[in-house]
């Protein structure tokens, strides 16, 4: 008998462990019948998703989880997260969807589906503005006397890792300080999505500027990532091409742009 069991358990072993859902049948049904959709958010990134010190969550994105909830009938409801955590957040199944600038990226696209794209952008430079001209290719940040900050997770810390081996890299904690860092002179440049790098220019005026690359070093997507589920992707993305085509989504957009 000691014989039999121990392979067994070796299998058992060998076997992934997958939670079950909190409640039986799909994702989307489980968000009508409790009447909230859990809208994962990071609250740190501009003009997407910024959460204010009273609490309330502003941003374009912000204003489209609304909406879809408005939609589907039910409840918005925010849920804090971070770059670095997202992932295992999203893998607890802590929120339906995530928003607020999430980009496409294979890992998360192997957990779950995104929805259409919302934002075409690419990884830019902002520096000071006497700087501007002095950080224009990956090339002149990788030096050893280049200060570069990043944020920690996801896309803007694997790409500093991945393009500026040389350069002295920090890993600073918040995402909505951060440029604080390079405007007050403790770091030279970061490198991030080109809106958010126009929209930190704006906030910086005449402080912080983008650097004067010939055109983005990447090509990314901004999407809503969404918990696995086919009824759940065919509502947003019908919501989504709805807003796209009317205009509603760029004029949301625009409008969190010229908020500070």
Known sequence: MRRLLRPLLLLALAVPFHPAPSVAGSVFDHIKAAGVLRVGTTGDYKPF??????GRYVGADIEMAKRIAAALGVKVEFVPTAWGEMMADFTAQRFDIAM?????????????????????????????CADQARFTTIAAIDRPEVRVVVNPGASNEAFARANFPHATLTVFPDNATVF????????????????????????????????????????????????????LLAAVNAFVDGEMQSGAWQRTLDAALVVP
């Open 180 to 231: 604080d860092e390079i405007a007050a002179n403790r770091e030279d440049v970061m490198v991030t999505d080109g809106i958010e790098v126009d929209h930190q220019a704006a906030i910086h005026k005449g402080v912080l500027c983008p650097a004067a690359v010939a055109a983005p070093f990447t090509r990314l997507e901004k999407a809503y990532w969404l918990q696995p589920d086919d009824a």
């Open 100 to 128: 607020g600038g999430v980009t496409n990226l294979p890992p998360r696209a192997a957990k779950g589906p995104f929805a259409h794209t919302v934002y075409v952008d690419g990884k830019r430079p902002i520096t000071r």
């Open 49 to 54: 998703s910024f959460r204010n010190p009273d």
